[in-house]
T-cell receptor
Framework: DAKTTQPTSMDCAEGRAANLPCNHS???????VYWYRQIHSQGPQYIIH???NNETNEMASLIITEDRKSSTLILPHATLRDTAVYYC?????????????FGTGTRLQVFP | DVKVTQSSRYLVKRTGEKVFLECVQD?????MFWYRQDPGLGLRLIYF???????EKGDIPEGYSVSREKKERFSLILESASTNQTSMYLC??????????FGSGTRLTVV
């Protein structure tokens, strides 16, 4: 199963872009990259996902390298409410298996 | 607003008790999941279901069973609770493609 590697923690000033990197060098060709975040004592919240192409939604942008071995989540204008643990995840979905493989995540602290 | 609802936010049970954790989703999702989250270990999959009455073991099924009699409901059962099952339990649902939606979690303490 593919695994992801993320920095343990990052800081970002409010109003600036937060760029969260992730390595997933063992990802397979048909496995999607997902990003979730978790605020203390709540369930993980879906942010965005992608396979090969860059993706954007109302929350964030996802940039995936051409070789698919790494990706970056971009929060374009971080706010204090974006302080959370961010997980870069590979979804493994094949016969009789469907799961998200969570790593240890990046603790993002947004400061005023 | 789409939702995954877990019946209890906090539970305290005694060792040896049979424990039921209930999860309901209102999105008509085919897939439903039970994970547990422990410090330093992240989220680990216990069981998942891709259809009514269908279930598959995840990475740590020992000591647990599940039931899915209706599409919207997925129950996790601890047949005989033990202290090492003290954890945060998270239910999720999804279509076969797309994001999972997680519930708020049930923090179970077994004493």
């Amino acid at each position: 199963d593919a695994k992801t590697t993320q920095p343990t923690s990052m800081d970002c000033a409010e109003g600036r872009a937060a760029n969260l990197p992730c390595n997933h060098s063992t990802i397979s060709g048909n496995e999607y990259v997902y990003w979730y975040r978790q605020i203390h004592s709540q369930g993980p919240q879906y942010i965005i996902h992608g396979l090969k192409n860059n993706e954007t939604n109302e929350m964030a942008s996802l940039i995936i390298t051409e070789d698919r071995k790494s990706s970056t989540l971009i929060l374009p204008h971080a706010t204090l409410r974006d302080t959370a643990v961010y997980y870069c995840i590979v979804r493994v979905a094949r016969q009789n298996t469907d799961k998200l493989i969570f790593g240890t995540g990046t603790r993002l602290q947004v400061f005023p | 607003d789409v939702k995954v609802t877990q019946s209890s936010r906090y539970l305290v049970k005694r060792t040896g008790e049979k424990v039921f954790l209930e999860c309901v989703q209102d999105m008509d999702h085919e897939n439903m999941f039970w994970y547990r989250q422990d410090p330093g270990l992240g989220l680990r999959l216990i069981y998942f279901s891709y259809d009514v009455k269908m279930k598959e073991k995840g990475d740590i099924p020992e000591g647990y069973s599940v039931s899915r009699e209706k599409k919207e409901r997925f129950s996790l059962i601890l047949e005989s609770a033990s202290t090492n099952q003290t954890s945060m339990y998270l239910c999720a649902s999804s279509f076969p493609v797309g994001g999972y939606t997680f519930g708020s979690g049930t923090r179970l303490t077994v004493v």
